[in-house]
């Protein structure tokens, strides 16, 4: 079944009358709309404001676009002065881009006062809608593939005449994305310190990623790097993860001290 419905969307174009829109351009949009969406829920729960999380959700997509084209036109100026309207078409996210994203959209929740700590955890289960729904297209357009296997699951990559069956790791990774961020909507709505719900998603996020990229066809191949690109990232969501943790194990230790101070104080006035 999961081979019927890759193969059923290839060569992965879907016209619209005289437009043509890749398809995963189309599933990731609407992953994008869903997001942004269920991002004004999780601003109430958060305790942020929604207006303004919308406002910095829109911001944070444009400078996504933005930086990603401006990457690709400093690696390669030449090819831009000479296919300008190819080259900032092209549908490419790199890590560099996501960096310059990051810093771009730190300062602007500083200019807007955005509690940082709280959006974050406003932003985590969206994330993880978004990330399932990029997971989903990369299935259906045959990219990111797994490793070969002999697992009755196993998928055929369109195009691929080599492997054979392989991994279905980016339905894997659909599914890791999901749990944790039902995780996230369930730490959210529940009494919680700023920032927890951010550091549990960056945590399982990041160990979700890089255990599953293990089952990817790796990404350089003639390279001598340890890891790939996209498990360095990882790594540093975990990192990032552990270190929030650790600054709020202090908040909840304080806030289990004072929980029980008043379950004493409670006892002590009914005695």
């Known amino acids: ?53 919308w406002d ?32 900032l078409s092209l549908p490419s996210l790199t890590y560099g881009g996501v960096g310059l994203t990051a810093v771009a959209v730190l300062v602007y929740l500083r200019v807007v006062k955005l509690p940082l700590r709280a959006t974050l955890d406003a932003w985590t289960a969206p994330a993880m809608v978004l990330g399932a729904v990029l997971a989903l297209a990369h299935f259906v357009e045959g990219t990111d593939a797994g490793m070969p296997t002999s697992l009755p699951w196993g998928v055929h990559t369109p195009g691929d005449t080599i ?24 730490v959210l709505r529940q009494r919680h310190p700023m920032g ?48 929030m943790l650790m600054m709020l194990l202090p908040a909840r230790a304080r806030a289990a001290s004072f929980a029980i101070e008043m379950d004493e104080t409670n006892v002590k006035e009914h005695v």
């Not at 189309?26 to 601003?43: K, M, R, V």
């Not at 444009?62 to 080259?87: E, I, K, Q, T």
């Not at 960056?202 to 990404?219: E, H, N, W, Y």
Request: with cysteine; glycine share 10%; net charge positive.
């Open 163 to 186: 492997f054979g069956r392989v991994q279905p790791v980016q339905i894997y990774l659909l599914l890791a994305a999901l749990l944790i961020g039902l995780d996230a909507l369930r």
């Open 56 to 87: 910095a959700g829109v911001f944070a997509v444009l400078a996504a676009f933005v930086s990603s084209r401006a990457v690709l036109v400093a690696g390669d100026p030449n090819a831009f002065l000479h296919y300008p309207l190819l080259v």
């Open 196 to 243: 927890l719900v951010a550091a549990r998603g960056l945590l399982f996020g990041g160990l979700s990623f890089f255990v599953l990229d293990m089952l990817a066809q790796p990404t350089d191949t003639q390279g001598g790097a340890w890891l790939d690109p996209g498990q360095w990232v990882a790594l540093g969501c975990i990192a990032a993860g552990c270190a």
């Open 1 to 53: 079944m999961l081979s019927a419905l890759t193969f059923a969307l290839v060569p992965g174009v879907v016209r619209v009358g005289h437009i043509r829109v890749s398809v995963f351009g189309f599933i990731a949009a609407a992953g994008l709309i869903a997001a942004i969406w269920l991002s004004q829920y999780a601003a109430r729960w958060a305790g942020v404001a929604a207006q303004k999380l």
